[in-house]
């Protein structure tokens, strides 16, 4: 049997059971200032459905920190609308008559609506005080070594060529062709998008599709922003559709993606919040036939919900959907404390209730009840995954609250119950399966031996560190992700690099020796476009050079002008003009990263900046179109200063430093409770009580090997609530010993926790579907080892 | 002219010439309905998958212009601009993306051309070698000239916009029973004149 509780707790229970009205007082006292305390430490917007906002950057590197935010804060305040129809004409047409409507909409800024491209007009004026400092990578390459035969052969070319672009007034100012093709190379936008009248276009599985970028005004994870949002794409395509009724339009933005989320995650916990509501009721009825229990059970819940809200408010400043999902599974489990409470009304036999005697009598194994459960939801936290620990935050909290209510709301809420005359058929079941369902340690010490062949058997163990288990398998959610591959990984891929140096010229330097390989890999078509910030502000040093090529070019003897003149019939005034300024002017001013980045022109490009850091320097350069990782890794990685940003890979190396964590998390719980174990029941009964717990952890991981799971974080947390509910079961079965209360209230729990979790498993969201399964199947193993771990039933009646 | 000047008054120039191949697609069929019938019919009347170019470009600061021939070879999507002379440099262009392909010396190099402008400016010329008025009419008005014969036509296409009409006053097309001349006015004097001569008709 359990110990007797320490001296304080009885004067509580006492107090309690003696005073009702003024226990259930302090209850609502204690938890209304919970609340207030709660809607002082919350976030203005307090529901967050951001995924990535779950995910604790785990390196020390701030740079690569301030890089990600960056990244992601870019992205997260982007959309793209792609209107597509099979003519192109139509298309580009309906995309104008819709950039209209977004230019007025007060939901994105306006210049976000041009091509998404920068302004080339307010680009060539600024680089028009910078004459002779501004050529591009393959002028330089073909003018390398004084001989100038082949610049002059390929300007020649060049003039000759309709797939170069220079207006005929351009070889009065530039006959080399140097700056206007350094503006050439700064238009470049990667295939297979096309710029047409101004708009990104694409032919796309035989649709002409153009592209509106858009900045958001607001948050992506406003709801309300997302409402708005909703309410205004729908009228537009309404609209659209009623010109054009062949066009298609999408939109693709982490605004859609959260917007999804939200509707699938209120969807996803009414339904198993209904659910397990139902079931709570339906097994009520069935089993206390009255409503006062109902009723006690039902403010057990709300104020377990309400005390989960509160912690997380608290602890995080706001409550992730996620969390509202895993924690909606509270419903089940916080009720496994009252059905003990009631079922206890069983063991006293006729007349009212009372309340001290069920208090005495059911605390102390529900108090080390939630022990082993907060315990479990310490495996949860220690995995260091935000949104498993704020689900452990919320549902532990939320079950001190449910404890709460049996010591401090039940006298007053049950006071005057009497129980059902005729004994609940639910009841004679509980008894039946107590009675017939058990045996001694052997069997379960054979069982035990059975499970680990089994195991041992079963297909080996996979641990997947896949960072998608977090995404939601929808067909909304996966029309999306295949659109954003289309679209938005091709023109930004989610791998970035960042460039470091000691000051910005070493860095813009550093950047031109990059985009030598980067070139090679867009060669070699493993990867399609790049933007740094050295394409737009060369070094001073490249500059120079460039400064010193146009002296050689029109100043040196045997002048390569005087050749090109001779072959193309340049007028001699051309030649005179820029030898006159380059005298006049031998060395021009420079033009530096800092005056480029206080220019209007580089708004659309300063995210490329990260500025001083670590005492230097600090830039990205972004991908489009990453077709080969390894390709790209194997060339960059060595170069010094310079590091790939897989986001992706990262997050899955993160997963597996919380499977790590959950693992060691999941050891430490099961050692403090098998300690726990071993101090109340002595050595030989603490083990026994433990192993049951034990071996429906074992059988449940067995069970999903042979259905071919791989192993991942949520699964190994799901173990964690296991060992909590497995040890609850065994624990309330052995202090209940031969009372049919214990058995019903464990039948009860298990229905209720099955329900609930048995519901998460069927979620959308790929790691709560495996915490779900985890934990039903769990449990359901759990409630038929318990009363093998808890010890032989003695015969007992009904009363 | 400061050089800084002079290169403003360029990077100014290249973009309103661009602006103009941007222009002219600009508006789509609201105004495609607009068409002239007479257009229409031309259109059908000017197809042909292949004929002779003989290019001249007049650059005034140029002493003589540059000259350029070959064959153009026209499908349903696109076009392959095959220039031999002075240089075999082929444009492939599929309606979508363009391969510029050289040769020099025996040695073929074919890249892709990402430059958005030569996109723009080719796919004008397919609209113009394909006869498709209706969508170059969306930023240009099209004039019909008289010409000397019935069986001759003669447009002038003046941009509708303004300040690009002050770079680029008109581009004149003609022809009989095929197009037969394209002519690109620039500003300050300078043009731009194909001709097209051996037409393979459509079958």
Redesign the interface.
């Known amino acids: 049997m359990i110990n007797q509780p320490s001296s304080w707790w009885p004067q509580v229970t006492q107090s309690a059971a003696e005073r009702p009205l003024i226990s259930m007082l302090v209850f609502i006292f204690i938890l209304g200032m919970l609340g207030v305390w709660s809607l002082l430490a919350a976030d203005p917007s307090p529901i967050k459905s951001d995924m990535m906002s779950l995910v604790y950057e785990t390196g020390s590197d701030t740079v690569r920190e301030a890089a990600l935010t960056r990244m992601r804060n870019l992205s997260n305040q982007q959309q793209l609308w792609i209107v597509s129809h099979p003519d192109r004409d139509i298309a580009f047409t309906a995309a104008e008559s819709i950039s209209g409507k977004l230019a007025a909409s007060d939901l994105f800024y306006s210049n976000g609506l041009a091509s998404g491209s920068l302004n080339q007009t307010a680009l060539t004026e600024f680089y028009a005080d910078h004459p002779f400092q501004l050529a591009d990578d393959e002028t330089l390459r073909a003018a390398e070594g004084k001989n100038f035969a082949p610049l002059i052969s390929a300007v020649e070319r060049a003039l000759y060529s309709n797939a170069r672009f220079f207006p005929a007034s351009a070889l009065q100012d530039d006959p080399f062709l140097l700056r206007n093709n350094f503006l050439a190379a700064l238009r470049n936008i990667p295939p297979p998008f096309v710029f047409d009248r101004g708009r990104l276009a694409a032919k796309l599985d035989d649709r002409w599709t153009f592209l509106l970028p858009l900045h958001l005004k607001r948050s992506a994870f406003d709801f309300e922003n997302q409402e708005r949002l909703g309410i205004f794409t729908a009228a537009v395509t309404r609209d659209l559709k009623g010109t054009y009724p062949k066009v298609k339009v999408d939109t693709i933005g982490v605004i859609d993606f959260a917007s999804v989320n939200r509707k699938l995650a209120i969807r996803e916990v009414s339904l198993i919040g209904s659910v397990s509501l139902l079931m709570v009721t339906l097994l009520l009825f069935s089993a206390f036939r009255h409503p006062r229990a109902y009723l006690a059970v039902i403010f057990t819940i709300a104020t377990a919900l309400l005390g989960g809200c509160f912690a997380s408010l608290i602890s995080f400043g706001s409550v992730h959907l996620l969390t509202l999902i895993g924690g909606s599974t509270l419903v089940g489990i916080s009720v496994d404390y009252a059905f003990h409470f009631l079922a206890d009304r069983y063991r006293q036999g006729d007349g009212p209730w009372r309340a001290l005697d069920t208090i005495n009598h059911v605390t102390p194994t529900a108090a080390m009840g939630l022990a082993t459960s907060v315990l479990g939801f310490f495996g949860l936290w220690s995995s260091g995954f935000r949104g498993l620990q704020e689900i452990a935050v919320f549902s532990a909290s939320g079950l001190i609250v449910a404890f709460s209510t049996l010591v401090l709301a039940y006298p007053l809420l049950l006071a005057g119950w009497r129980p059902a005359s005729n004994p609940p058929f639910v009841l004679r079941l509980a008894q039946s399966w107590r009675a017939h369902w058990s045996a001694g340690p052997r069997t379960l010490w054979l069982l035990a031996g059975a499970s680990a062949l089994l195991f041992l058997s079963a297909p080996p163990l996979v641990v997947s560190t896949d960072v998608r288990p977090l995404a939601a398998d929808t067909p909304a959610i996966n029309k999306l992700a295949a659109q954003s591959t289309t679209f938005t990984a091709r023109l930004t891929d989610s791998r970035f690099i960042i460039v470091r140096a000691g000051d910005q010229e070493r860095l813009l330097q550093r950047e031109e020796e990059l985009r030598i390989h980067l070139d090679a890999l867009k060669e070699d078509g493993s990867i399609t476009q790049f933007q740094q910030l050295a394409r737009f502000v060369p070094s001073i040093r490249r500059q120079q050079a460039t400064i010193d090529l146009n002296k050689s070019l029109y100043l040196a003897p045997g002048q390569a002008i005087t050749e090109l003149s001779e072959r193309i019939g340049l007028d001699p005034r051309v030649a005179d003009s820029q030898r006159t300024a380059l005298r006049e002017n031998p060395s021009p001013s420079s033009l530096s990263l800092t005056d480029w980045l206080k220019s209007p022109v580089s708004k659309p490009l300063r995210y490329l900046w990260l500025g001083e850091v670590e005492g230097g320097v600090a830039s990205i350069v972004t991908l489009s179109g990453v077709h080969n990782a390894n390709a790209l890794h194997s060339r960059i990685d060595p170069l010094a200063s310079v590091s790939v940003v897989d986001y992706i890979a990262d997050m899955s190396g993160a997963f597996g430093l919380y499977v790590l964590n959950a693992v060691k998390g999941l050891a430490i719980a099961l050692a403090l409770v098998a300690a726990l174990m071993v101090y109340r029941f002595g050595l030989a009964a603490g083990i026994i009580t433990l192993l049951g717990p034990v071996l429906s952890g074992l059988l449940t991981i067995t069970w999903l090997l042979f259905l071919g799971e791989a192993i991942n974080l949520f699964h190994i947390v799901g173990l964690a609530i296991i060992l909590g509910m497995g040890m609850d079961y065994t624990l309330f079965l052995k202090a209940g010993g031969c009372a049919p209360s214990a058995a019903l209230a464990v039948l009860l729990g298990a229905i209720t926790t099955e329900c609930a979790f048995g519901l998460l498993g069927l979620s959308a969201l790929g790691g709560l579907s495996s915490f779900g399964t985890t934990v039903a199947i769990g449990t359901a193993i759990s409630f038929l080892v318990a009363p093998l771990a808890a010890g032989p039933a003695h015969t007992a009646s009904v009363h | 002219m400061?050089?800084?000047?002079?290169?403003?008054?360029?990077?100014?120039?290249?973009?309103l010439?661009?602006s103009i191949f941007?222009?002219c697609?600009?508006?789509?069929?609201?105004k495609?309905g607009q068409t002239n019938p007479t257009h229409s019919q031309r259109e059908e009347s000017v197809r042909f998958t292949a004929a002779e170019f003989h290019?001249n470009?007049h650059?005034?600061?140029?002493?003589?212009p540059?000259v350029?021939s070959g064959t153009v070879e026209l499908s349903e999507r696109g076009f392959d601009?095959k220039?031999t002379a002075?240089?075999e440099?082929w444009?492939i262009y599929d309606?979508?993306?363009?391969l510029?392909r050289?040769r020099i010396g025996g040695q073929e190099t074919t890249k892709?051309?990402?430059?958005?402008?030569?996109?723009?400016?080719?796919?004008t010329?397919f609209l113009m070698l394909s006869g498709s008025l209706s969508?170059i009419e969306?930023g240009f008005e099209i004039q019909q000239q008289v010409t000397d014969s019935t069986a001759n036509w003669h447009y002038v296409l003046i941009p509708r916009d303004v300040e690009i009409r002050g770079i680029i006053p008109r581009i004149e097309i003609a022809g009989g029973r095929y197009l037969d001349r394209i002519r690109v006015e620039?500003?300050?004097g300078?043009f731009?004149l194909i001709e097209l001569s051996g037409h393979r008709p459509n079958e």
């Open positions: 400061p050089p800084a000047k002079q290169i403003s008054r360029f990077c100014r120039r290249c973009l010439f661009v941007a222009y697609l600009i508006g789509g069929h609201v495609a290019q470009r650059i005034k600061v140029l002493a003589r540059l350029s601009w220039q002075p240089y440099i444009l309606g979508t993306s363009i510029e050289t892709e051309v990402l430059d958005p402008i030569v996109n723009g400016l080719t796919r010329l969508s969306i620039e500003s300050q300078n731009t």
